[in-house]
T-cell receptor
Framework: AQKVTQAQTEISVVEKEDVTLDCVYE???????LFWYKQPPSGELVFLIR??????QNEISGRYSWNFQKSTSSFNFTITASQVVDSAVYFC???????????????FGTGTLLAVQP | DTGVSQNPRHKITKRGQNVTFRCDPI?????LYWYRQTLGQGPEFLTY????????KSRLLSDRFSAERPKGSFSTLEIQRTEQGDSAMYLC????????????FGPGTRLTVT
């Protein structure tokens, strides 16, 4: 079975602090994708990043960085120098990397509510 | 193209009433997914279509729920005899079959059953 666990329900930081959101996943697939989405109060899911299971290279995009470690089945997300606009719910998700008509449905974690205080 | 659209954005209904939601995917996308998100939870997969064919349904999709995509373009999700437990955000996403992992989400329809 596939499962995504985000153990941190809520995190509160003060602006300019760094914050790391944890994500642990379970899957029997040998190939898969991992994702992070942001959901601001407006409710729309905003895609942040997709990584495939072949590539464990860490990625940095501006203030965002992601650390993928297959050995610990983790895909953690760090925001450097947080800003008030980063306040949102962040979801980690998992999908199979299957072909031939597979569903490729997204399996989401329960999300982490990040509150950045000014 | 302006992305995935969903209507209505909000719906309040009384228990026992039927409701229908609509999703218009990105025009060249042949896959369409429905997810449901309850308060404090992540979205959960309900069902998906490839063109007009409904290829998978989750156990969450009780027999009071029905989804259609008659011409392989827009889709509707109907809930009959609504219950308070149906209150949730209903999200639609679309993709191509070739890149099914790249799903684009709509703004959602928030349903409140009183």
């Amino acid at each position: 079975a596939q499962k995504v666990t985000q153990a941190q329900t809520e995190i509160s930081v003060v602006e300019k602090e760094d914050v790391t959101l944890d994500c642990v996943y379970e899957t029997r697939d040998t190939t898969y994708y991992l994702f992070w989405y942001k959901q601001p109060p407006s409710g729309e899911l905003v895609f942040l990043i997709r990584r495939n299971s072949f590539d464990e290279q860490n990625e940095i995009s501006g203030r965002y960085s992601w650390n993928f470690q297959k050995s610990t089945s983790s895909f953690n997300f760090t925001i450097t120098a947080s800003q008030v606009v980063d306040s949102a719910v962040y979801f980690c998700a998992l999908s199979g990397m299957n072909y031939g008509g597979a569903t490729n449905k997204l399996i989401f974690g329960t999300g982490t509510l990040l509150a950045v205080q000014p | 193209d302006t992305g995935v659209s969903q209507n209505p954005r909000h719906k309040i209904t009384k228990r026992g009433q039927n409701v229908t939601f609509r999703c218009d995917p990105i025009s060249e996308h042949n896959r369409l997914y429905w997810y449901r998100q309850t308060l404090g939870q992540g979205p959960e997969f309900l069902t998906y279509f490839q063109n007009e064919a409904q290829l998978e349904k989750s156990r969450l999709l009780s027999d009071r729920f029905s989804a259609e995509r008659p011409k392989g373009s827009f889709s509707t999700l109907e809930i009959q005899r609504t219950e308070q437990g149906d209150s949730a955000m209903y999200l639609c996403a679309s993709s191509t079959a070739r890149e099914a992992y790249e799903q684009y989400f709509g703004p959602g329809t928030r349903l409140t059953v009183t």
